[in-house]
């Protein structure tokens, strides 16, 4: 099955640069890497998504290596209010025909 | 403004009851997604739909059934099979079943009373 590893937390302060990294040794060619967060009782939100390198939008940027086997969410100068669960979405149909969304990431922003 | 509604916010359910968890979307999107998800975890995908009068069983579909008969809407029914039907729900939809990024709703939380 194709999956993802992510960090289960991570605590970072207001204003710093914050990195989480996921590895998906697994991806398929035809796979995109997509990053969601969410917040307690709420919808998972889209991030941002990327097949390799690096792109980047008004909120995060996303690094892909060259060989694809893991990528790094970034999000520059974080605030409190960026406390919330990160989920890396690997592809959205695995071999298996499953979607997968892992445990992700809990950051815990402090002042 | 586009989007995905989930209705009721909160539910109760008696046991032995069948309850129906709602989900509309105005997005003009094909494909439509229920998930799970138990305090702490993550999400677990029950059923999804790719287009309309068609749905496949994901990861945790026993006890659970759905329909998809308007692109717009894909009920969740929660069974008396579901012994363990207490959890968040959240609906989903995208353009099509592929790499395309989800759209969510706010979720539903159900609980046994």
């Known amino acids: 099955l194709a999956k993802t590893t992510q960090p289960i937390s991570m605590d970072s302060y207001e204003g710093q640069e914050v990195n989480i990294t996921c590895s998906h040794n697994n991806i398929a060619t035809n796979d995109y890497i997509t990053w969601y967060q969410q917040f307690p009782s709420q919808g998972p939100r889209f991030i941002i998504q990327g097949y390799k390198t690096k792109v980047t939008n008004e909120v995060a940027s996303l690094f892909i290596p060259a060989d694809r086997k893991s990528s790094t969410l970034s999000l520059p100068r974080v605030s409190l209010s960026d406390t919330a669960v990160y989920y890396c979405l690997v592809g959205l149909m695995n071999r298996d025909d499953k979607i997968i969304f892992g445990k992700g990431t809990r950051l815990h922003i402090l002042p | 403004d586009g989007g995905i509604t989930q209705s009721p916010k909160y539910l109760f359910r008696k046991e032995g009851q069948n309850v129906t968890l709602s989900c509309e979307q105005n997005?003009?999107?094909?494909?439509m997604y229920w998930y799970r998800q138990d305090p702490g975890q993550g999400l677990r995908l029950i059923y999804y739909s790719q287009i309309v009068n068609d749905f496949q069983k994901g990861d945790i579909a026993e006890g659970y059934s759905v329909s998809r008969e308007k692109k717009e809407s894909f009920p969740l029914t929660v069974t008396s099979a579901q012994k363990n039907p207490t959890a968040f729900y959240l609906c989903?939809?995208?353009?099509?079943?592929?790499?395309?990024?989800?759209?969510f709703g706010d979720g539903t939380r159900l609980s046994i009373l």
């Open positions: 989903a939809s995208s353009k099509v079943v592929s790499n395309q990024p989800q759209h």
């Open positions: 997005l003009n999107h094909d494909a």
